[in-house]
C-alpha cells in the first residue's frame, strides 16, 4: 500500500476527472492528452504501490493486444473506438484502486486488538488454504494462482486465473481476430470462440439442438467471467475475503477443464457474391 493513501486517492480522483474530461472530446482532440495520460499513470502504478511491478504488467496487459491485417488502415471509427476503448480500461483500473485505497483508508482506523471478526477471517484463510489444492486442480489456472493465494494476494490470484484462462483460450482457438484484423480478448471472444452456430471450440458434435443449447449456455458463462470477474473493477471488493477467492478459482479451473477437453473447428471462409471474401 502507498505510504500516504489518503493522496494516493486524490491523486486518483485526479486521473478519473481527467479520464472524464477526455471522453468528451474525439480522439483527435483527445488523443495526446491520453497517451501522456497513460505514462503517468503507469509511473504512479509502479511507484505508489509495494507490488508496483506486478500491478503494472497486469495493467498494460488489460489493454487488447491489437495486430492488424497488412494493409489495413484504420478507419476513423475504429480509431475512436480504440480511443473511447482505452479510457475505460483506464477508468476501471482506477476504480478499483480507488475502492481498495479506500478499504485501506477504513481498515486503519479499526482497532487493533484481536476480536471475533479477525479469528473468524483467520479460520476461513486456514480453511481456503486446506481446500486450494484439493479444488483448483486445472495445472493453467494453478501455476497462475498458487503462489498469490498463498500470500494472500488473492485479488491477484484471481486476476492472473482469469488472464490465463483467456490466454488459454486465444491459442487453442488459434487468436482469432475481427473483420478488420484486429485480436479479439475479453467477451468478444468469448463470444466468437463459443458461438453455438459457428463454434471455434466445442466439446459435443453440435449436431442436436441439446448441445447447441449448451454451447450457448457456456459462451454466457465464459464471457460473463471476462466482464465480471476478469474486469479489474470487480476485484477490489473480495481484496481480503479468501473463500470468495477460492469459489472464483473453482470457476475458472472448471472454465480451464472445458477449453482443455474442446476440440478445435477449422473456420471456412465465406465468400459473398463478389468472391470477396468474409470474415471466418
Same mark, same amino acid.
Do not use: C
Given at each position: 500500500? $502507498?505510504?500516504? =493513501? ?5 491523486? =486518483?480522483? *485526479?486521473?478519473? !476527472?481527467?479520464?472524464? +474530461?477526455?471522453?468528451?472530446? !474525439?480522439?483527435?482532440? +483527445? ?30 496487459? !488489460?489493454?487488447?493486444?491489437? %495486430? ?15 480511443? =473511447? ?6 477508468? /476501471?483500473? @482506477? ?5 481498495? @485505497? ?10 487493533? /486488538? ?7 477471517? !483467520? /479460520? ?9 489444492? /484439493?479444488?483448483?486442480?486445472? $495445472? ?17 490470484? =484471481? ?16 487468436? $482469432? ?8 480478448? *475479453? ?5 466468437? %470462440? ?29 464471457? *460473463? ?16 475475503? $479468501? ?15 472445458? %477449453? ?14 463478389? +468472391?470477396? %471474401?468474409? *470474415? +471466418?
Amino acid at each position: 500500500m $502507498p505510504t500516504n =493513501v489518503k493522496k494516493a486517492v486524490e491523486m =486518483v480522483d *485526479g486521473y478519473l !476527472s481527467e479520464i472524464s +474530461g477526455l471522453s468528451q472530446m !474525439s480522439y483527435k482532440e +483527445g488523443r495526446d492528452q491520453k497517451d501522456r495520460l497513460h505514462t503517468r499513470l503507469e509511473h504512479f502504478i509502479l511507484f505508489a504501490f509495494p507490488d508496483g511491478k506486478t500491478r503494472l504488467a497486469n495493467f498494460r496487459h !488489460s489493454f487488447p493486444f491489437q %495486430v492488424l491485417l497488412g494493409g489495413h488502415e484504420k478507419t476513423d471509427d475504429e480509431k475512436q473506438e480504440e480511443y =473511447v476503448q482505452d479510457l475505460k480500461i483506464m477508468q /476501471n483500473n @482506477l476504480v478499483a484502486y480507488e475502492e481498495e @485505497l479506500e478499504l485501506k483508508m477504513s481498515s486503519d482506523k479499526k482497532p487493533k /486488538n484481536v476480536d471475533k471478526v479477525e479469528i473468524e477471517n !483467520s /479460520n476461513e484463510k486456514d480453511t481456503a488454504e486446506r481446500l486450494f489444492d /484439493n479444488l483448483i486442480t486445472h $495445472p493453467t489456472i494453478k501455476e497462475a494462482s498458487r503462489n498469490h493465494f498463498k500470500d494472500e494476494e488473492y485479488r491477484f490470484a =484471481v486476476l492472473d486465473a482469469m488472464i490465463s484462462l483467456e490466454v488459454m483460450i486465444k491459442e487453442k482457438a488459434k487468436f $482469432p481476430k475481427d473483420n478488420s484484423g484486429k485480436e479479439l480478448s *475479453g467477451v468478444s471472444l468469448m463470444h466468437k %470462440v463459443f458461438d453455438s452456430n459457428n463454434p471455434i471450440l466445442r466439446w459435443r458434435e453440435n449436431k442436436h439442438q441439446s448441445d447447441r443449447d449448451e454451447l450457448e449456455g457456456y459462451k454466457h458463462i465464459f464471457a *460473463g467471467a471476462m466482464q465480471g470477474i476478469r474486469d479489474p473493477k470487480a476485484h477490489a471488493i473480495f481484496q481480503i475475503r $479468501p473463500m470468495r477467492a477460492l469459489k472464483l478459482l473453482t470457476l475458472a479451473t472448471l472454465l480451464a477443464e472445458l %477449453v482443455e477437453a474442446s476440440e478445435y473447428v477449422k473456420q471456412d471462409l465465406k465468400t459473398n457474391a463478389t +468472391g470477396a %471474401v468474409l *470474415g +471466418g
